[in-house]
Each structure stands twice: as C-alpha cells, then as structure tokens.
T-cell receptor, first 112, second 114 residues
C-alpha cells in the first residue's frame, strides 16, 4: 500500500489567499484525521471523520478553516483567507482500528 | 479530559548510552490505549507501539522497551545502546475507549551524537 498521501508537500502563499490541502487515506481505512503541528502548540487535532462523516471538528480554529471528505479516498482541508498564524505543518492520518494512526508526510504551509 | 505530559523537552546522549523517555497521562476512563510515535528529521510520524490499559506487561522490541505502570499513570520508553539514527522527536499519545483520536504529548527531542 502507498500509505497516506498528502499534497502539496510545501505551500507558500500570501496572506489572504485561499489554501487547499489534499489527502488520500489508506484504502480500507474508515477514519481520517487532520492534525496541525506547531512549535508552540505541538500536535493538535483539527477534525476527525468516520466513514466520510465529520465526527469531531471542535479543533478547527475558526470559520476560515473547513474540511470535506466527499468519498472514502479523498479529503481536503481549506483555509480561506489564510493568515500568517496559520503557518504550520498539517498532517493527515488514517486509521482502520483504535488509535493506530498512519500519518502522511505532512504539508509545510507558510503564509507570508 | 485526557492529557499527556512529556516533561523532557530535549535529551542529548552519546551513542551507546541508554536513554529513557518519560510519559505521564491523565484520563478518567478505565479503558484506554497508549502509544508512542517517532518523528525523524524527515518529518513523518511513525507508529512504534500501542498498549491497552488492561495489559501492563512490559514489552521489548529489539533495543526498544516500554514500561507501563498504571499505579503512576506512566508509560515510559527506553532505548538501549542508542544510535545516531534514533535521533528524532518522540511522542507519547493517549486514546480513550470508543474514541479513535489521539491526544499527543508535546514530544521529547532526542539527540544522539557519535
């Protein structure tokens, strides 16, 4: 299996622009997670989907962030408009069982 | 609410030394799962181990060993005879029963020098 695939690996954008991060989970996994990693706050859960349905989005910072999972093999995390404080590494992970998450390589986002 | 504390932010050792990474957790559940993940300089998070709360038996895998003690709410990780390739950030994490997400500690950066 190819593992969790995220794109792009790096994204540099200007404040105010829309950013879309993409994730393809491992085939057969029914849970998908978006995490954000920063030096100050560590790894934070943004949103969690089970069977394509958002279960917990309490970690989504504000209305500028939105996530979708239109089918079992694809998810997006969108930030509109982006701000410099959104700069972080965004990880997507998928799981077929309790807690054993498989992570993608992450997207390094820099908002200037 | 669940919480994971990794008090050691950074540890530096010389190759071949043994090193223990501490992890203390808080949860109100009686059934839960504990994890360790490794994040090497490449950035990807790599799963190392999962233990459930009913299994307090210590585990050894090569140079890695884990000591789970419910009495002190700790799940410590020891690397024996450390190697330069062990240099990474190590995260301890907790998942409560019926809830698939992980709560991570802040991580411990391990630097192994030759």
């Amino acid at each position: 299996d190819a593992g969790v695939i995220q794109s792009p690996r790096h994204e540099v954008t200007e404040m105010g622009q829309e950013v879309t991060l993409r994730c393809k989970p491992i085939s057969g996994h029914n849970s998908l997670f978006w995490y954000r990693q920063t030096m100050m706050r560590g790894l934070e859960l943004l949103i969690y989907f089970n069977n394509n349905v958002p279960i917990d989005d309490s970690g989504m910072p504000e209305d500028r962030f939105s996530a979708k999972m239109p089918n079992a093999s694809f998810s997006t995390l969108k930030i509109q408009p982006s701000e410099p404080r959104d700069s972080a590494v965004y990880f997507c992970a998928s799981s077929g069982g309790v807690g054993k998450l498989f992570f993608g390589s992450g997207t390094q986002l820099s908002v200037l | 609410a669940q919480k994971v504390t990794q008090a050691q932010t950074e540890i530096s050792v010389v190759e071949k030394e043994d090193v223990t990474l501490d992890c203390v957790y808080e949860t109100r559940d009686t059934t839960y799962y504990l994890f360790w993940y490794k994040q090497p300089p490449s950035g990807e998070l790599v799963f190392l181990i999962r233990r459930n709360s009913f299994d307090e038996q210590n585990e050894i895998s090569g140079r890695y060993s884990w000591n789970f003690q419910k009495s002190t709410s700790s799940f410590n990780f020891t690397i024996t005879a450390s190697q330069v390739v062990d240099s990474a950030v190590y995260f301890c994490a907790l998942s409560e029963e019926g809830y698939s997400t992980l709560t991570f500690g802040k991580g411990t950066m391990l630097l192994v020098s030759p």
